[in-house]
């Protein structure tokens, strides 16, 4: 161990100048890759405006990335930016965020409750507030604008060792995703999602969410979803059927618009029953 911080040390004070060496190593020995101004300032032992001006020109230098004023994310040092760990980008984004309430969403929540087997390169995360997406660290960071009444059904969840971040729960994440299915790689994705946690699904939970979102599409299609794979209770069915509306929906709105009515659903099945039976069982 000894000799491994000798020689990142040694990387570090060739391009670094010591105070900023000193800054990255102690920050990283209490592992802390997003931090504030007064956390580095406890590092230096300087004043607050001295330890600002430091931060910024390292952030200049690139061994830094600004998140939001006086918070910085610290570049990994042996491979660059494209090393940051997938968790981290998480946390990165709760930091980000704060103070306005988040939750991290679709794809990405997809990802963290192990219902896809793709890597996920951009992070979703539904906020309360119209905001911006933007690139950190190389990543494209979505943020999914939702109004008070689709804003709810969250859990923590240790995205790191240390770290904890808000993430759309099993059902919640169904119903996010079968309402907007572009913001989880299409329909088949979500598919391969329920499939995978089959297990765990809480239909009550899912029936109570369902009715409490009233978005009449997600229902409709995790209806249909179910009564493909053969899965849900018969009240669980007849409860999102009661959803059900008289106008069609595609099934999955990021294909075409063609393909058969399904009139016990009222979509349109623009992808192939057979075919989303072969996505989870071959």
Not at 150 to 177: H, M, N, R, Y
Not at 195 to 218: C, I, N
Request: hydrophobic content about 40%; aromatic content about 8%.
């Amino acid at each position: 161990m000894g000799d491994t911080q000798g020689n990142y040390s040694g990387k570090m004070n060739k391009t670094l100048g010591p105070a900023s060496a000193e800054v990255l190593l102690r920050l990283s020995a209490k592992g802390k890759k997003v931090f504030s101004i007064a956390d580095a300032q406890a590092v230096t032992e300087t004043s607050y405006r001295a330890t600002a001006i430091l931060l910024s020109q390292m952030a200049r230098k690139g061994w830094l990335v600004r998140l939001a004023p006086g918070k910085y994310l610290v570049v990994p040092l042996e491979a660059g930016l494209e090393s940051l760990p997938l968790a981290d980008r998480y946390v990165i984004a709760r930091e980000v965020l704060d103070p306005l309430p988040y939750y991290v969403s679709h794809y990405s929540a997809m990802e963290l409750h192990q219902m896809t087997t793709q890597p996920v390169n951009t992070v979703y995360v539904t906020v309360p507030r119209q905001r911006a997406s933007r690139t950190i660290a190389g990543v494209e960071y979505r943020f999914v604008y939702a109004n008070p009444r689709a804003f709810w059904g969250w859990e923590p969840i240790w995205a790191t060792d240390q770290e904890q971040v808000q993430v759309s729960d099993l059902e919640k994440t169904l119903l996010d995703c079968a309402a907007r299915p572009h913001l989880c790689g299409g329909l088949g994705e979500l598919a391969k999602g329920l499939w995978l946690r089959k297990g765990d699904l809480d239909e009550s939970r899912l029936v109570a969410y369902a009715q409490r979102l009233d978005h009449k599409a997600a229902s409709k299609r995790i209806g249909f979803l179910l009564e493909t794979y053969a899965l849900g209770r018969p009240a669980t069915i007849a409860a999102l059927q009661a959803l059900v509306n008289s106008r069609y929906a595609l099934l999955d709105p990021t294909l075409p618009d063609e393909g058969p009515y399904r009139a016990r659903w009222r979509l349109r099945v623009n992808l192939d029953p057979e075919e989303l039976k072969a996505i989870v069982w071959t």
